[in-house]
T-cell receptor
Framework: DSGVTQTPKHLITATGQRVTLRCSPRSGDLSVYWYQQSLDQGLQFLIQYYNGEERAKGNILERFSAQQFPDLHSELNLSSLELGDSALYFC???????????????FGPGTRLTVL | AQKVTQAQTEISVVEKEDVTLDCVYETRDTTYYLFWYKQPPSGELVFLIRRNSFDEQNEISGRYSWNFQKSTSSFNFTITASQVVDSAVYFCALSAGDYKLSFGAGTTVTVRA
């Protein structure tokens, strides 16, 4: 158990819908990262937050957004869903320092999103 | 830009054989960090090891060992005396000061009893 929690574990929805994925980092970690894992794209970095502020952005679509709240949990919002958004979405945390990529990231169990 | 290449797609071995996973990376940064993660069939990503670009000393941790060579931009990982529980997808990853992890495509390891 990495100490990172993600809910829900599975999500099935229809095209055009909007969903919210939730992540709670390990106790004491200030950085939260979101990744998408799909068969065709592999593991792709989406976005990172550090202590409530956006720190880095990757291949995140404009239909996707995220935020980190004062209690450090994070939410990833996916809207206008398409079939191609079906994937496993991971949250990871590290810290408590923004060490420029030096820290190992600990991953949650993931949320499997299926868009029908 | 960072790039990680894992040329081996799948490796199948019999229990107790050694398994070596290849990883080649590309980065223009002089300071960077290399990682290996394991993804068992249950789906979670498990951190295994980390190495920084200034430390080429190769180590052994239990049944895991790694060979980091800056001259060839390689960061290979070996499982000694493999066990069925080692069956998983193994990812090599690179971080070069921009916080994100760039992952390779992964190598699926199957250990047969």
């Amino acid at each position: 158990d990495s100490g990172v929690t993600q809910t829900p574990k599975h999500l099935i929805t229809a095209t055009g819908q909007r969903v919210t994925l939730r992540c709670s980092p390990r106790s004491g970690d200030l950085s939260v990262y979101w990744y998408q894992q799909s068969l065709d794209q592999g593991l792709q970095f989406l976005i990172q937050y550090y202590n409530g502020e956006e720190r880095a952005k990757g291949n995140i679509l404009e239909r996707f957004s995220a935020q980190q709240f004062p209690d450090l949990h994070s939410e990833l919002n996916l809207s206008s869903l398409e079939l191609g958004d079906s994937a496993l979405y991971f949250c990871a945390s590290s810290g408590p320092y923004a060490a420029g990529g030096a820290d190992e990231q600990f991953f949650g169990p993931g949320t499997r999103l299926t868009v029908l | 830009a960072q790039k990680v290449t894992q040329a081996q797609t799948e490796i199948s071995v019999v229990e107790k054989e050694d398994v070596t996973l290849d990883c080649v990376y590309e980065t223009r940064d002089t300071t960077y960090y290399l990682f290996w993660y394991k993804q068992p069939p249950s789906g979670e990503l498990v951190f295994l090891i980390r190495r920084n670009s200034f430390d080429e000393q190769n180590e052994i941790s239990g049944r895991y060992s790694w060979n980091f060579q800056k001259s060839t931009s390689s960061f290979n990982f070996t499982i000694t005396a493999s066990q069925v529980v080692d069956s998983a997808v193994y990812f090599c990853a690179l971080s070069a000061g921009d916080y994100k992890l760039s992952f390779g495509a992964g190598t699926t390891v199957t250990v047969r009893a």
